[in-house]
């Protein structure tokens, strides 16, 4: 059942127009969970702020770093280089030595060598993490998405596992609990079981995203707005956009009456519930 699961969501991500929206709200959600893990306070909501509200090129805060790095995975091919490997850690606050990222990356091969099942294969890589530093646990979540993509074959990652850490299937009894941590006594077990809720949650997101995209593509014709085209596209590959974006072909105020006018149409939502700094996305 887990793998149909991993199967159909890994089906609607290379089909879909609405792909990039979908990964990246699962980055959200994943980094949502991180800033418990790091003990932080940051929701959903405060990380879309740290993140699309800032200024080009501005730092977004240790959060919007986190965010950053989840982003990242959902965004380009499950690599993992010591380089690559580097700049995320560095965007979630770690730091390893030259030697210790070598040794990750060449786990990594030879658990994509070895054969094993995707779900072992993702505990694993993230047991070792942990049993190298164990401060690194949310590296250990991210690598585990990383390597779950390879074993699986597919052409870039699904943010997915690190939103469930701290669900039931991490939980050493039914209803509560210490929570099993990376390496801990059913492990492994727990990632079969979180993938399978976590496959689900994602299928049913899809869903959601692609009735919301037919709506917003359907009204495209609709708009009279220069730059209008690449707004809609905007919408479909990211999870929100500032309502004060500019473009080329699109002045600020020319965006914000375009966002008023595909609220009307019941295309987009507004994410914040504020009058003004607004984000919106499907």
Do not use: Y
């Amino acid at each position: 059942m887990c793998r149909r699961r991993l199967e159909r969501a890994r089906d609607a991500r290379t089909q879909a127009g609405w792909a990039g929206a979908w990964r990246q709200r699962l980055a959200l959600k994943c980094a949502a969970a991180s800033m418990r893990l790091a003990g932080r306070s940051e929701d959903e909501a405060a990380l879309r702020d740290a993140w699309h509200l800032r200024q080009a090129g501005a730092d977004p805060g240790p959060a919007g770093a986190t965010f950053g790095a989840w982003r990242q995975l959902a965004g380009q091919p499950p690599a993992a280089s010591a380089d690559q490997l580097e700049k995320i850690l560095d965007q979630l606050g770690l730091h390893w030595d030259v030697e210790a990222l070598a040794a990750v990356c060449e786990h990594i091969d030879d658990l994509t060598r070895s054969g094993r099942p995707a779900p072992f294969a993702a505990a694993a890589i993230a047991a070792r993490v942990v049993a190298m530093q164990s401060d690194s646990e949310l590296f250990a979540w991210w690598l585990a998405d990383l390597v779950l993509a390879q074993n699986l074959r597919w052409p870039r990652p699904l943010p997915l596992l690190m939103a469930h850490a701290f669900g039931p299937a991490f939980r050493s009894k039914p209803c509560g609990g210490k929570r099993i941590r990376p390496g801990e006594k059913g492990f492994e077990r727990a990632v079969c079981l979180a993938l399978a809720q976590a496959a689900a949650d994602a299928c049913r997101l899809a869903a959601e995203l692609s009735r919301r995209a037919e709506r917003l593509i359907a009204v495209g014709p609709k708009l009279r707005a220069k730059g209008a085209g690449d707004v809609i596209q905007r919408l479909l590959d990211d999870d929100a956009l500032s309502g004060s974006l500019t473009t080329k072909r699109l002045s600020r105020f020319a965006a914000r009456r375009l966002f008023e006018r595909l609220q009307k149409l019941e295309a987009v939502r507004e994410l914040t519930g504020r009058a003004s700094f607004r984000l919106f996305g499907l």
